[in-house]
């Protein structure tokens, strides 16, 4: 998870915009799959470093990448996409060219400052001076200003791909591959700076990052070659935490980025990976700083690669993908509000060839997942953009009123938490549930007559339950 912006976001999209990018197979089924319609917002793949994003207060989300002719791109640098609240791909361009193509010319990270503008940190050889270097725009991400050399002591010269966080006022940059990380406090010389790993949870892997929305802290999250290899958390800003290795069995090794986020509001930074090395792949959920909780398995399904989103209102999105029979498989889940339990499973069809990213951003209710990789069949690398919406649970039961007629009780949550605001409809009836997610209408029928109750939520998969009058 990367770029957070804490200012009030518009309200959440509307129930269908932007389901061109997810075609729904059986919606409300049980366990039915879906299909998986990824948009190519960038060429290119930044493989094994998840892209860079941020979403403004606007409700777009930004995301930031390299950009290199070598790829088919028109220049070498930083490049951007913005993604609208529906989903749509609205712009893209480079932020900046410095005309020279080659390898990891600067894998940028991107946050959204406390002012509410865009800021992207990276790598590379822009101009002269070590780097890393730093660009800003307004909001709207439609132009950036020329670069500056933000390094300090450490952080010059150090490995092209950054992150960039702030914690509180203050911006903290990571680089970090193939190697240790790096860490720096503020722009500029004199700015503070350190190295993160030693030789126990070392040699690092990609680093991500991402900000605990109560205290401001940075907590990163990498994998590690060290030893028998692993995953690691760690808060790196303001002050330096202690690093808490992912109970990961050793059969795993690091072979993808730990990818890391933090909730929209209230305390804790995620991130999930898998409990045990089997044909069925357990995955769990852990907070730095805590403990783990079960997040669940599609059978068959072996992850390959793991990810985690912010969600809304606290929640925290868990994706995994792999593959069953051959195709391939996405599982996605989104916890509650207090990130304690998780909605239904849900799986969609969509195969990738080697390795990809999931990473992504859910704050506006809808997932925007990030997929940088290249889709089975193609050669065209890349990140891609879809979209994926939370499901609901219910239950329904019917009790008779004689006469013919029967009052339904129709009660909606959303991985425990009530829905208030659904729609249950049913023979003709319908009726919106209250605070505490209940809703009771009355419908006619035949006792022993089988009902078919349509639920509806904005901003959620239709459900479709029975029961028996």
Not at 234 to 257: D, F, H, L, M, W
Request: aromatic share 8%; proline share 6%.
């Amino acid at each position: 998870m990367r770029g957070l912006c804490r200012q009030a976001l518009l309200p959440t999209v509307l129930l269908g915009l932007g389901l061109s990018l997810l075609v729904p197979a059986g919606a409300g089924a049980k366990n039915a799959a879906r299909a998986l319609h990824p948009v190519e917002i960038a060429k290119g793949s930044q493989f094994p470093v998840a892209p860079s994003f941020a979403r403004t207060a606007d409700g777009r989300l930004h995301v930031a990448f390299e950009e290199n002719t070598n790829w088919g791109d028109g220049g070498n640098g930083v490049g951007y996409s913005t993604v609208s609240t529906s989903g749509h791909l609205l712009a893209e361009g480079l932020a900046v060219d410095w005309n020279t193509a080659g390898p990891e010319n600067g894998i940028p990270g991107l946050a959204v400052t406390p002012g509410g503008t865009l800021q992207a940190a990276f790598g590379g050889s822009p101009n002269s001076g070590p780097g890393p270097f730093v660009i800003s725009s307004s909001a709207d991400g439609a132009s950036w200003s020329g670069s500056s050399d933000a390094s300090s002591g450490f952080m010059e010269g150090s490995n092209p791909q950054v992150t960039l966080q702030y914690s509180h006022s203050t911006p903290v940059l990571t680089a970090g591959c193939c190697g240790g990380i790096v860490v720096q406090q503020g722009f500029g010389n004199g700015s503070p700076s350190y190295l993160l790993t030693n030789n126990s949870d070392g040699v690092a892997g990609n680093v991500d990052t991402a900000v605990d929305a109560a205290t401001g802290a940075v907590i990163a999250g990498w994998d590690s070659s060290a030893g028998s290899g692993g995953f690691w958390f760690q808060q790196i800003a303001p002050t330096e935490g202690v690093a808490q290795r992912a109970p990961v069995p050793s059969q795993n090794g690091p072979s993808y980025p730990f990818i890391v986020a933090g909730r929209d509001t209230g305390p804790g930074v995620f991130a999930a990976y898998p409990a045990n090395y089997a044909n069925t792949t357990q995955i769990s959920l852990l907070r730095y700083g805590g403990g783990s909780i079960s997040v669940g398995s599609v059978k068959g399904l072996h992850a390959t690669q793991v990810g985690v989103a912010t969600g809304l209102d606290g929640r925290i999105w868990v994706m995994w993908d792999g593959q069953i029979d051959g195709k391939g498989v996405t599982a996605i889940t989104r916890s509650n509000k207090a990130v304690t339990r998780f909605e239904p499973i849900q799986k969609y069809h969509y195969t990738w060839a080697g390795g990809i990213t999931l990473s992504g951003d859910g704050r506006l209710g809808p997932l925007d997942l990030l997929i940088d990789g290249t889709p089975f069949g193609s050669s065209t690398q890349g990140i891609y953009d879809a979209r994926a919406l939370p499901v609901l649970s219910a239950s329904v039961s019917a009790k008779s009123l004689g006469g013919g007629n029967f009052k339904l009780d129709v009660k909606v949550n959303d991985a425990g938490d009530p829905v208030s605001g659904a729609t249950a409809s049913a023979h003709g009836q319908s009726t919106t549930t209250n605070a505490t997610g209940e809703a009771k209408f009355t419908v006619s029928g035949s006792p022993g007559k089988h009902l078919k109750v349509t639920i509806t939520a904005t901003n959620y998969w239709p459900l479709i339950k029975r029961t028996e009058l």
